[in-house]
């Protein structure tokens, strides 16, 4: 696996999202490449406090109610 595609894949492999084959070769990828390596540690702790501010904040009640609105109207809402 080479950097662009291990780049272009990090948050898949952040979020659990990657399939097992691709998470040995990014592995692999990691130990040889220190720039990717480091890279992927700075994205993990980016997510884990973008994660963390986001929990502590909540979407305003109008806004939540415009997105599941929508989300009916496209029918991914459960209820009609």
Known sequence: MRCHRV???MFLVIDGEAEQEI???V???LVQ???CAQELEYARRFVAVLR???RRASAPDQL???IL???RQ???GGES
């Open 64 to 66: 939540r109610e415009r």
């Open 27 to 29: 592995e692999q990828h």
């Open 69 to 71: 609105h929508k989300l």
């Open 33 to 35: 490449c220190p720039g």
């Open 74 to 76: 496209s029918g991914l």
């Open 7 to 9: 780049r272009k894949i």
């Open 52 to 54: 963390e501010r986001c």
């Open 23 to 25: 998470l040995v070769s």
